[in-house]
């Protein structure tokens, strides 16, 4: 039962640290939902999930959430963002 317990806060650990260093890899994670598409910034605002497409944006190009927005806006517009 304590190797279970501690293989089960090992997992989480591990985890953690994952999820602060990004090793997931750029647009790695799924937003919720799982509809085909909501893993690019399109499918999201197709979805009309903007704050998804804009937190997605910001992650992927490490930028701010002004610039992000800024992009999200641009690209549903049709236009290339900066």
Do not use: C, N, W
Request: glycine share 14%.
């Amino acid at each position: 039962m304590q190797t279970l317990l501690v293989a089960g806060v090992v997992m989480i650990v591990v985890f953690v640290v994952a999820r602060a260093l990004g090793s997931a890899g750029d647009g790695a994670r799924l937003p919720a939902g799982g509809d085909a598409g909501a893993h690019t910034v399109e499918g999201l605002m197709a979805a009309g999930r903007k704050i998804e497409a804009i937190k997605l944006y910001r992650e992927q190009h490490r930028v701010g959430l002004k610039e992000a927005k800024e992009a999200v806006e641009a690209i549903a517009e049709g236009r290339t963002p900066r």
